[in-house]
């Protein structure tokens, strides 16, 4: 048995089913799973959350009389309340599912942007962003004519806040970037950020895909207008996401997509539309996922955020430090664990990024290797992709012992 962490939350493994499996051939090897950021497993109280759901509670919402249909309506607008609480919003209202944070900033630049933004205007984006808050904007651009600038990363795979103002002119509208890059890891200065583009008169959008997962995030604190998450990033059912808006923004923005359950009243003579949230859930909407997500939330504030944040700081302190040992390897972005999260993303000299994932899956390592759906950042250093690990709460010492076995095996087989 490896020796725990100090800030040990092994506890929690138990609570994962899938972490107690093995992967593989034959009898395979027990998985250690290392790519939580591109999902998260899933707990107990989620799973049995969701199972209850569909075993004694289904049924569609907002339009019964009947017990289940109230019911299930309750447990929905209940879980929004949860989540706003989660996300430290004022007004549930504030809250819209979406399908998830591809969802959300396409909805954003669908009836916020396109509805008010003027040939020539202008949109502040960064090269590290997810191709999610990256090819909305282009669709949006190519069709109205609007410019996109990006703020440059520095070396060390950061934003410089001085460049990143530079990218600011009296025609910008809008500056969307992510709060945490998923394909390195850094925690950006959003709060700086925030401040630059309101000098300036924009509108700001947070992606939170990666920032949700590793903190408690007070959205009204951050300033921004729009922030954007998933929840199958945070150990909640996938098909399940949220835009979290300031309110007079989002009842001034037209519908995106029209339906059942948005409207006030239809007739042959045209519609009138609720305010928000409904306005933007049009159709029936993933209700299971919405209640899974409230669960997960209930969960990891259970577990305790600031246990979660600890742990992960001491699994990313430890398993760079192991890394860094391994001759050849190169760990990309911040080089400071303290501006970053638990997401290690490395090349090595004699091997592709798509041999290290191949090799360490023989041994049940489950890591990511690619560009992580950030083309612009992996461009940016030259490269096609990198290894990534990523490591939630549940991940032990145990997992980084492993890690490195795999790579020692990798570089035993590449040279
Ligand atoms: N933004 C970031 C930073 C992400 O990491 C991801 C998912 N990898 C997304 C947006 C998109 O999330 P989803 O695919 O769940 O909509």
């Known amino acids: 048995m490896p020796t725990p962490l100090p800030t040990d939350l092994s506890r929690a493994r138990a609570d994962f089913p899938i972490l107690a499996r093995s992967v593989g051939r034959g009898e395979g090897k027990p998985l250690v799973y290392l790519d939580n950021a591109a999902t998260t497993q899933k707990p107990l109280a989620v799973i049995e959350t969701v199972d209850r759901f569909y075993r004694h509670e289904n049924a569609n919402i907002h339009r019964g009389v009947h017990y289940l249909s109230m019911h299930a309506t309750d447990a929905y607008d209940r879980a929004r309340e949860r989540v706003a609480r989660a996300i430290g919003a004022g007004d549930p209202a504030e809250v819209v599912f979406t399908r998830g944070a591809t969802e959300a900033i396409n909805l954003v630049a669908s009836s916020f ?8 205007d202008e949109i502040v984006l960064t090269v590290m962003e997810h191709h999610a808050n990256i090819v909305p904007w282009q669709l949006l651009a190519g ?9 440059p990363v520095t070396d060390s795979g950061e934003i410089d806040p001085d460049a990143f103002r530079r990218c600011f002119s009296p025609r910008t509208r809008l500056a969307a970037f992510t709060q945490v ?17 309101r000098e300036h008169g924009a509108h700001v959008l947070i992606d939170g895909a990666q920032g949700v997962p590793h903190g408690q995030i007070e959205v009204a604190r951050l300033g921004a207008d729009f922030y954007t998450f998933s929840g199958h990033k945070v150990c909640g059912p996938d098909g399940i996401g949220v835009l979290w808006g300031r309110r007079e923004l989002l009842d001034a923005m037209p519908p995106y997509q029209g339906g059942g359950d948005m409207i006030e009243r239809v007739s042959i003579d045209g519609t009138t539309f609720r305010r928000s949230p409904e306005r933007f859930e049009a159709g029936t909407p993933n209700i299971s996922g919405a209640i899974g997500l409230g669960a997960a939330f209930d969960y990891l504030d259970g577990l305790g955020w600031d246990a979660i944040r600890r742990h992960e700081h001491e699994l990313l ?3 760079t430090a192991r890394l860094q040992e391994i001759d050849g390897l190169r760990v990309l972005g911040p080089s400071q664990p303290g501006s970053k999260v638990a997401v290690i ?10 041999d290290i994932g191949t090799i360490l899956d023989t041994e049940g390592v489950a890591i990511r290797a690619g560009h992580h759906c950030a083309q612009p950042l992996m461009q940016h250093f030259g490269i096609a992709g990198t290894a990534r690990a990523s490591f939630a709460f549940y991940n032990n010492r145990d997992d980084i012992d492993r890690l490195v076995a795999g790579l020692t095996k990798v570089k035993k087989f590449f040279g």
């Open 113 to 120: 942007a396109g509805d008010r933004f003027q040939p020539g």
């Open 143 to 151: 069709r109205r004519g609007l410019v996109l600038k990006w703020a």
């Open 181 to 197: 890059s998923n394909a390195l890891g850094t925690v950006n200065p959003v709060d700086e950020m925030v401040r630059i583009a």
């Open 317 to 319: 302190c430890e398993a």
């Open 345 to 354: 993303s490395f090349t090595m000299d004699s091997a592709h990024p798509h």
